[in-house]
């Protein structure tokens, strides 16, 4: 098994950054695809981006790429998400979550999630 601890949330303005974190136990990091998933009030959860074991590929929804990065130090054992040009839309709990052996984009795909993270942008 594997856990995972999200941090760096925050309240920022339109337009600004934040890198978001996700720290991952064990030594065994490097055997899952990573992904970074985020849910408003009232809304279903909604894939942001993933990164597969080795970091080699990545993947971004629509509306995000281009703003956001996803990267992982696997000797850190520890997944970021730097997320530029905030907009109020980006309004959500962020998620990090391990998938073993493929980088999936969907939330059942997904083996463990994080607790979350909030990350509130004000206009």
């Known amino acids: 098994q594997v856990q995972l601890v999200e941090s760096g949330g925050g309240l920022v303005q339109a337009g600004d950054s934040l890198r978001l974190s996700c720290a991952a136990s064990?030594?065994?990091?490097?055997?899952?695809?990573m992904g970074w998933f985020r849910q408003a009030p009232g809304k279903e959860r909604e894939f942001v981006t993933a990164?597969?074991?080795?970091?080699?590929?990545?993947y971004y929804a629509d509306s995000v790429k281009g703003r956001f990065t996803i990267s992982r130090d696997n000797a850190k054992n520890t997944v970021y998400l730097q997320m530029n040009s905030l907009e109020p839309e980006d309004t959500a709990v962020y998620y990090c979550?391990?998938?073993?052996?493929?980088?999936?984009?969907?939330?059942?795909?997904?083996?463990?999630w994080g607790q979350g993270t909030q990350v509130t942008v004000s206009s």
């Open positions: 990164i597969s074991r080795n970091g080699g590929s990545t």
């Open positions: 064990g030594r065994t990091f490097s055997n899952y695809a």
């Open positions: 979550a391990a998938a073993l052996g493929s980088t999936p984009r969907y939330t059942t795909q997904y083996d463990y």
